[in-house]
């Protein structure tokens, strides 16, 4: 059997989108987030677990600048919103929105805040 130029191109494309996209469900949502106060140069790393519910935060040197809470708990609270909450899920400590964890993807922005600092930041998913 012998596959046209044109049919193995097809081919072809279909399955690099298909590797794309299963390297890209790794199950976890991964996020920048920037100070809105463009003064601040410091990042924050935010990564949502989806089996789990959960979520980790990481800043570049181990500092934390926006959160105490080095993780816990995500709640979807309404279409579109998150609320982190600590490992017991008894404080609120940041939301994130607009976003829709099980279906986010690279490329999409929106906005979070720090309830511990008070920073109010926007967010980019990597």
Do not use: C
């Amino acid at each position: 059997m012998s596959l046209s130029r044109r049919a193995l191109f097809g081919l072809i494309a279909v399955s690099l989108a298909m590797l794309t996209a299963f390297a890209e469900n790794t199950g976890t949502v991964s996020i920048v987030g920037k100070n809105v106060d463009t003064t601040d140069p410091h990042t924050v790393g935010i990564t949502l677990s989806l089996a789990t519910k959960t979520w980790t935060e990481s800043e570049p040197g181990n500092r934390h600048h926006y959160f105490n809470t080095g993780g816990g708990v995500y709640i979807e609270v309404a279409p579109n919103l998150v609320i982190l909450r600590d490992q017991d899920n008894k404080t609120r400590v940041g939301q994130l929105n607009p976003i829709e964890p099980d279906t986010a993807k690279r490329g999409d922005t929106g906005s979070g805040k720090s309830d511990e600092s008070g920073i109010a930041f926007t967010w980019e998913v990597k």
